[in-house]
């Protein structure tokens, strides 16, 4: 979900940001529809970023993609960023004992990005897109974020639509609401199915020096190899793995004071 700003900048920035929701290329007209604007503000964007580079434009359908410059802006935040370099040994450690693929995200927007991955040996595994925005409420990466967030912006989250991505994805605000205070008692989520068909994921969230939710750390594989004995064996491992990441940044470790909801 992305929050529509009333200034050029917010503008832009929301511009910028649908390509990378989904689409690799995306129209004049889709990107107006989406955020309730003109087609005359978005071109005046869209022509500015392809003359820095931001954007290429495509002869063909006159749609428009991400291009050089945002290449090197995301190769460079991947490069310098802090939360990557901290948790690339944990993310090793994690998928050698479990023979799955460990999964680094990180809380980008309104959504999360997966950041990093290391793939499982194994033939048939998960492998995650970086760098694409999910939205928080599907998928156990995505949840374990949304569960530590401050009260307000849960709120905001559950009285937005919840889209499916797939026919397991939660979309009932009170049915979600109770899976974020159970993610808030326990430390962890999990997920099957919910952002990708015969899939499943455990993982558990990772805090800054200041005890904000900024990311997660998540083991995910085949549903048919996640199972709940698979959980049981693993959840103390994860837990563990993404308390090292939240104290590498200066947190002091464990699950920041408990959240208290308000009322809707």
Same mark, same amino acid.
């Given at each position: ?5 009333? =200034? ?18 995306? *129209?004049?007209?889709? @990107? ?8 005359? $503000? ?12 931001? %954007? ?8 428009? #993609? !991400? ?14 960023? /802090? !939360?990557?370099? $901290?948790?690339? /040994? ?5 998928? &050698? ?24 040996? &194994? ?6 897109? %970086?760098? &694409? ?25 559950? =009285? ?22 159970? @993610? +808030?008692?326990?430390?962890? #989520?999990?997920?099957?199915?919910? &952002? ?9 969230? @990772?805090?800054?020096?200041? *005890?904000?939710?900024?990311? #997660? ?8 190899? @996640?199972?709940? =004995?698979? +959980?049981?064996?693993? =959840? ?19 699950? /920041? ?8």
């Amino acid at each position: 979900m992305v929050t529509q700003g009333t =200034t050029s900048a917010d503008r832009a920035a929301d511009i910028l940001l649908l390509f990378v929701d989904g689409d690799e290329t995306l *129209g004049v007209s889709k @990107i107006a529809r989406d955020l309730d604007l003109s087609k005359a $503000v978005v071109h005046r964007v869209l022509t500015s970023f392809v003359d820095r580079g931001l %954007l290429v434009s495509g002869s063909a359908d006159r749609g428009y #993609s !991400l291009g050089p410059a945002a290449a090197a802006l995301g190769a460079r935040a991947l490069r310098t960023s /802090p !939360l990557r370099e $901290v948790a690339r /040994p944990v993310l090793e450690e994690i998928a &050698r004992l479990t023979d799955e693929t460990a999964t680094l995200s990180a809380l980008v927007g309104g959504g999360r990005v997966y950041l990093d991955q290391i793939e499982s040996p &194994r033939d048939i595994k998960m492998v995650v897109e %970086l760098g &694409r925005r999910f939205p928080l409420h599907s998928g156990s990466s995505g949840r374990c974020i949304l569960a530590f967030l401050p009260p307000e912006q849960i709120e905001d989250a559950l =009285t937005h639509e919840l889209p499916p991505l797939t026919s397991q994805t939660i979309t009932d605000p009170a049915v979600l609401g109770d899976v974020l205070e159970q @993610i +808030r008692r326990e430390g962890y #989520s999990q997920s099957r199915g919910e &952002r990708q068909e015969d899939a499943a994921s455990m993982a558990a969230p @990772i805090f800054d020096l200041d *005890g904000r939710v900024v990311g #997660s750390l998540s083991v995910c594989g085949p549903a048919h190899r @996640i199972t709940e =004995t698979f +959980r049981q064996t693993h =959840t103390d491992l994860i837990v563990a793995a993404s308390d090292r990441v939240s104290r590498a940044l200066g947190w002091r470790g464990g699950l /920041p004071d408990p959240i208290v909801r308000k009322n809707p």
